[in-house]
């Protein structure tokens, strides 16, 4: 089954609409017209029915016209534009007097009718309107006065006005389905050039955008929405596609370095402390690999915003506390002065799991990059009803020109390119990707070579 195009629909139903509205005027208007020409012909009747009684004289029980001669002589004797029918009866029905212009013709009473009511007839296959009204002798009804006027004139007006009506209805609603059309096909453009654009979009070109329409309609606002979803997918397939290239560059090259050393194991015999001593370097190798995929595996995992939280009651105090102790080994080799300004029990409602990695990479980045000898300090306060988390170190810090590139994935300051310090570079990409999903909000100031503070504000929990 054939479907209409868009364009053709949105014609379609305006002109539903628009052919009930016209139909609906035009009854009104020939409903007018109709009411207008009968009263017309109604007051006409009235007026002759007026005139005529005051011609009669009543004589005991019968009545006669006071001037016969002159009532022959005037219009009634003569088929008019508007021809007035007049017959007069006795009670038994029988004609007294009647309008010359009947001729051999006679006004028909009808004994149904109600007395001084209107009524249409016919006379010799001619419509009229015709009244019947009694003649009194005191209360006796003595005759009856007819009068009728032609419908003749009124008929044809209404059949002329009908057929008109008949023969405009379908020309006005071709003429304007047309006219819809045309003017839903210029309306609906834009979407035109959303199909267009679409057909143009592929994976390798994402750069096209939809011309925005000049109004500033529903339209434009479904324009501009597609024109934004398609700068959020190309900005997703440009990182996606950095972080493929980025993902490659960093496992190849702890690979690349086993492939490196175990050739240079095989070339020729060696003594067992070199054996032990290039097994021990690449086994460091193979963890460092093994870390990286687990990060890269991790950042996977929470890309979707739609991965499940499970929110329970954390006691913060005691995350930051056993987070530390796992870290006692490399706090005390590097001789770090350690301090926790906790000023009472705080408890928020988070994913436990998700929460504990965000803390466990910040204490581990502050370890990382502190200096011998250094200071980590860690305090947990209340500000304007949040609860903010400041974890504070004294290490190498980090260039202003670097600090906003530090959640980027695989990035790494160029202060912490020290052949000491390891890293993938995923560590706060990380941090930041759940600290989205857990609603936290993160920042970090640092200044070169004096240290870094990060801090993370969220919302304590009540428990009462």
Same mark, same amino acid.
């Given at each position: 089954?054939h479907?209409?195009s ?9 002109i539903?609409?628009t052919?009930?509205?016209i ?9 007018i017209v109709?009411?207008s020409?009968y ?10 029915v007026?005139?005529h009684?005051?011609?009669? /004289? ?5 009545f006669?016209?006071?001037h016969?001669? &002159? ?12 021809p007035?029918?007049? #017959? ?8 007294? &007097? ?19 009511k209107?009524f !249409?007839?016919?006379?010799?296959d ?10 009194? #002798?005191?209360?006796k ?10 419908l003749?004139?009124a008929?044809m007006?209404?059949?002329?006005l009908?057929?008109?009506?008949i023969?405009?209805?379908?020309v ?9 059309r045309?003017?839903?096909g ?9 199909i267009t ?12 955008r ?9 339209l ?5 929405t597609?024109n ?5 997918? /190309?900005?997703a397939?440009?990182r996606?596609k ?14 690349t370095?086993i492939?490196?050393? *175990?050739e ?6 060696? !003594?067992?402390? &070199? ?10 190798e193979v963890?460092r690999?093994n870390?990286l995929v687990?990060q890269?595996l *991790?950042l996977a ?5 739609k991965?499940t ?7 913060l ?6 987070t ?5 080994t490399?706090i ?8 926790t300004?906790?000023?009472k ?5 988070t994913?436990n799991?998700l929460f504990?990695i965000v ?19 860690v305090t ?7 609860? /903010?988390?400041?974890i504070? !170190?004294s ?5 202003a020109?670097d ?5 980027n ?5 160029k ?44 919302f304590?929990a !009540?428990?009462k």
């Amino acid at each position: 089954m054939h479907r209409l195009s868009f364009k053709n629909r949105i014609a379609s139903n305006y002109i539903v609409t628009t052919a009930l509205l016209i139909f609906v005027v035009f009854f009104i208007i020939y409903s007018i017209v109709k009411y207008s020409v009968y009263s017309h012909v109604n007051n006409d009747i009235s007026s002759e029915v007026e005139k005529h009684l005051t011609e009669i /004289e009543i004589v005991g029980n019968s009545f006669h016209l006071i001037h016969e001669e &002159e009532w022959k002589e005037r219009e009634h004797n003569t088929l008019d534009v508007n021809p007035v029918f007049i #017959q007069f009866i006795d009670n038994n029905r029988n004609v007294i &007097e009647k309008s010359p212009n009947l001729k051999k013709s006679t006004l028909t009473f009808d004994k149904e009718k109600t007395d001084k009511k209107l009524f !249409d007839t016919k006379l010799v296959d001619n419509a009229i309107r015709q009244i019947q009204v009694p003649i009194y #002798q005191k209360t006796k009804v003595i005759g009856y006065i007819l009068i009728a006027m032609s419908l003749e004139d009124a008929t044809m007006v209404l059949n002329n006005l009908s057929e008109v009506l008949i023969i405009a209805y379908p020309v006005i609603l071709i003429l304007l389905f047309f006219i819809a059309r045309f003017i839903a096909g210029r309306s609906i453009k834009p979407i035109s050039s959303i199909i267009t654009t679409s057909n143009i979009i592929t994976k390798d070109n994402l750069s096209s955008r939809i011309l925005l329409p000049q109004n500033r309609d529903e339209l434009f606002v479904l324009s501009q929405t597609i024109n934004n979803l398609l700068d959020r997918i /190309e900005t997703a397939v440009e990182r996606e596609k950095q972080f493929t290239s980025d993902a490659s560059h960093e496992l190849r090259t702890p690979l690349t370095v086993i492939k490196g050393t *175990l050739e240079v194991l095989i070339r020729k015999p060696r !003594d067992h402390a &070199e054996y032990e001593e290039k097994i021990n370097f690449c086994v460091t190798e193979v963890n460092r690999l093994n870390h990286l995929v687990d990060q890269l595996l *991790l950042l996977a995992r929470f890309e979707n915003q739609k991965q499940t939280l499970k929110p329970e009651k954390v006691y913060l105090n005691a995350l930051f506390l056993d987070t530390i102790a796992r870290y006692s080994t490399v706090i005390q080799s590097k001789k770090i002065t350690l301090s926790t300004e906790f000023s009472k029990d705080y408890y928020i409602e988070t994913d436990n799991y998700l929460f504990s990695i965000v803390i466990n990479n910040l204490i581990s980045n502050a370890l990382k990059y502190s200096n011998p000898n250094g200071n980590l300090i860690v305090t947990i306060k209340t500000i304007n009803s949040k609860i /903010e988390c400041y974890i504070t !170190d004294s290490g190498i810090g980090i260039p202003a020109e670097d600090l906003e590139k530090i959640f980027n994935q695989f990035y790494r300051s160029k202060s912490s390119n020290h052949p000491d310090i390891k890293g993938t570079g995923l560590g706060l990409s990380i941090v930041k990707r759940l600290c989205s999903l857990l609603n936290i909000d993160i920042a970090i100031t640092s200044e070169e070579n004096s240290g870094t503070t990060v801090i993370l504000s969220l919302f304590e929990a !009540d428990f009462k």
